[in-house]
């Protein structure tokens, strides 16, 4: 595991996706690795977290994350913009070799049974809670925060720190097709 | 209506929040209107568009939708940053003047009896589809989008243009607290 990376406290966990980023999905069954692109995903609860994330049908992640019950959001980086894209638009069903071909490179956590993608900025281990009506009907997806991480450099003491990292570590916004945002400058409310 | 503000077919609207900024909701129940700050809001589907948000059940806005119907999403400017933080911290239960108190003005769109903030740069008319088992245990409610509308000073032809307009229409995206960032530069990954 890179020496960057640190947990997170749970009740922090939310955070980390609070700025609305794309995210990258994974999932692990059956001896197999899996990686997704997703924009539709979002912050439910504090304590315990939770979060929603939308998955079509037509996914594999999916199908391997209601076998499995589990599945990993991470928050990719402005460095893995061509990773972000390639494994959003290709699919395991006819890309067995799609991990490869996209440049993902996972690493393990100890506790947790599941793939983290390499030079992600944070990292969120979920348990799947099963809601059969919204799987089936919305391709609605909620998942419990079982384990939160992040890399220092660019998130520590609770918050982000975008604008005091180097800018690769900025997340990703998706737009339409091959389109994102960085994320921006840093504004502050008065009280 | 401002002159600036033009219809976004529907089959795009999903995009005016693909993006993942923080929103403001607003509804009217009972000759009363109220705005509330979500960050936890999320595209759903694309035909016909649906969204998700999460709304407290301490919040005031969330008792009127139940009971209306329906609601407004809006995307707010880094011009509205102190609006976007006092409507998000002020409660109509208390503050029977917010709206004024926060400085937000209303105006309206023929066809929708609901109140839509003025100085936004998209917004989306909902329909509440109920799901009461969501709603209750998870303080997550479903729309349906049935009107899309953005200042074409900052989205048009189907897409945001941030680049291109002046820096004070960029979205916000919360962090925690007064906190948030502004969107910021566009990528485009390679085919």
Redesign the interface.
């Known amino acids: 595991m890179d020496s960057h990376i640190f947990p997170v406290d749970l009740d922090k966990a939310s ?1 980390l996706i ?5 995210v990258l999905v994974s999932a692990r069954h059956a001896g197999v690795d899996n990686v997704m692109t997703a ?7 504090f304590e315990p977290p ?1 979060l ?1 994330v ?1 998955l079509d049908k037509s996914s594999k992640t999916r199908e391997m994350i209601e076998k499995s019950g589990a599945f990993v959001i991470q928050v990719p980086t ?1 460095a893995q ?2 990773l ?3 494994v959003g638009t290709l699919t395991l069903a006819t890309e067995p070799d799609k991990l490869k071909k996209s440049g993902v490179e996972l690493f393990g956590i100890k506790g947790h049974d599941l793939p983290f993608v390499a030079g992600c900025s944070a990292w969120l281990a979920c348990k799947l809670i099963p809601e059969p ?2 799987q089936l009907i ?3 997806f ?1 998942g419990e925060v079982v384990g939160a991480w992040a890399d220092v450099r660019v998130f520590s003491d ?3 720190h ?1 604008e005091d990292a180097d800018s690769s570590l ?1 997340s ?5 097709g ?14």
Chains 1, 2 share one sequence.
């Open positions: 955070r609070n700025h609305g980023p794309t924009a539709w995903v979002c912050a439910l609860d939770k929603t939308v402005v913009l061509q972000v894209n390639t009506h919204n919305y391709d609605l909620i609770g918050r982000w975008f900025r990703l916004h998706h737009v339409a091959g389109n994102f945002y960085a994320i921006g400058e840093p504004l502050t409310a008065q009280d």
